[in-house]
């Protein structure tokens, strides 16, 4: 069983920037991807960017191109997630999963583990 505990939430206004954290700990299944999902109220679950075990992969959705940037520190067990020029839109529940066994950033359906995640809300 893997735990995931997310931190660094909060509000910011438009063009700010948050960083998000995510401890992981348990049996994670060495190697395994991270990554990152977001949920706004009444919206579908979003995939949003993964990391490989030794991030030499990484995938973000278009529209956080230029402005997120995932990593992660295995010494830790811990993936980041920067957020820079934040929109109104970026605004949502985020959860840090992790994908079991994965050499890859993770597939959509690979996240096994979630964390509880963090609210992010961006005004405008």
């Known amino acids: 069983q893997v735990q995931l505990v997310e931190s660094g939430g909060g509000l910011v206004q438009a063009g700010g920037s948050l960083r998000l954290s995510c401890a992981a700990s348990?049996?994670?299944?060495?190697?395994?991807?991270m990554g990152w999902f977001r949920q706004a109220p009444g919206k579908e679950r979003e995939f949003v960017t993964g990391?490989?075990?030794?991030?030499?992969?990484?995938y973000y959705i278009d529209s956080v191109k230029g402005r997120f940037t995932i990593s992660r520190d295995n010494a830790k067990n811990t993936a980041y997630l920067q957020m820079n020029s934040l929109k109104p839109e970026d605004t949502g529940l985020y959860y840090c999963?992790?994908?079991?066994?994965?050499?890859?950033?993770?597939?959509?359906?690979?996240?096994?583990?979630w964390g509880q995640g963090t609210q992010v809300t961006v005004s405008s």
């Open positions: 999963a992790v994908a079991p066994g994965s050499y890859g950033y993770g597939g959509v359906q690979d996240y096994k583990y």
């Open positions: 348990g049996r994670t299944f060495s190697p395994y991807a």
């Open positions: 990391i490989s075990w030794s991030s030499n992969i990484i």
